[in-house]
């Protein structure tokens, strides 16, 4: 018990660049399109199920335990999972922003505004 425990402690905060959020975002691409993958797996089992509660329990389990794992190891890298498949990684003063598919880092919120906050990051 006390191992479970210390996986969901957070781990310490991490403060990036926009460099280096760039270059955490392909591996953080990966690792959430093969979750998002067998999610979409385990929808389509779960839709098929005509009855059965005992094996839409497990499939539910299963999909509650791939997003489970996915936040966990977007913990890991130091970034935060604010919602399902969206990641922010902290600069200092607020969050480079993306959720799965977009192709790039392309915006930023700060601290109190949130997703709804988003602003197109610009070029200088």
Not at 66 to 77: G, M, P
């Amino acid at each position: 018990m006390a191992d479970r425990s210390k996986r969901h402690q957070p781990t310490r905060q991490r403060r990036f660049t926009f460099e280096e959020a760039q270059a955490l975002l392909p591996s953080i691409q990966k690792l959430t399109e093969k979750s998002v993958a067998a999610v979409t797996v385990i929808e389509f089992q779960l839709a098929a199920l005509k009855g059965a509660a005992k094996r839409r329990a497990e499939l539910e389990q299963d999909y509650f335990a791939v997003i489970n794992q996915w936040a966990e190891t977007i913990h890991e890298l130091g970034c935060e999972a604010k919602g399902l498949w969206l990641v922010d990684f902290d600069n200092g003063e607020g969050y480079y922003c993306w959720k799965y598919p977009e192709a790039s880092l392309n915006y930023y919120h700060d601290y109190s505004s949130g997703y709804s906050g988003r602003m197109k990051i610009t070029e200088p």
